[in-house]
């Protein structure tokens, strides 16, 4: 269940070129989250609100546009991999829909991955793990699938809290 807040200067981007961006950037943050690009269950439940920002950069308007994508899953969605391939994703799809049309279009994008605590998603009245949203894209499969992963994340980060505190790791 990706979500982005895309900030996108107005009229940045060719009308086309932005639409087809959009899309380009939906199917990597479920590729890069772990679900399948053609699941429309997935799909539907991949949002992206487009930010129209005046961007100022030393205190003075930005000569040329500047971007940010600022990324949300469910925790246990991202490791250093995903993060590093989504932001790579991500810039050179701006990069193509830019066009040539400004000089470095790379050093003009910002990407940001968050991971959402488990139990602090919230939709539909209610909050709503990440077994729950995967039971609902994958079936039961999914749900075990999503629970063995919080469970192996939260011992990582355990062994590393008890390693940085010099205690010995449990057998």
Request: with cysteine.
């Amino acid at each position: 269940m990706p979500m982005m807040d895309a900030y996108i200067p107005e009229g940045a981007l060719e009308p086309e070129a932005e639409k087809q961006l959009l899309s380009e950037v939906t199917d990597l943050l479920l590729l890069h989250e772990g679900a399948v690009p053609a699941n429309e269950i997935a799909r539907s439940i991949a949002w992206i609100f487009v930010h129209r920002p005046e961007v100022f950069v030393a205190g003075a308007p930005a000569d040329l546009p500047r971007y940010r994508f600022v990324c949300q899953v469910p925790e246990g969605q991202y490791d250093a991999e995903r993060r590093s391939a989504v932001t790579k994703a991500i810039t050179e799809a701006l990069v193509k829909a830019e066009g040539g049309k400004h000089p470095a279009p790379e050093t003009r994008v910002w990407v940001f991955t968050y991971e959402v605590p488990d139990g602090t998603w919230g939709g539909l009245g209610q909050v709503v793990r990440l077994p729950d949203i995967a039971a609902a894209v994958a079936g039961e499969r999914g749900r075990e699938d999503a629970e063995r992963r919080l469970a192996e994340r939260r011992r990582e980060e355990a062994l590393a809290i008890m390693e940085a505190a010099g205690a010995p790791a449990p057998a």
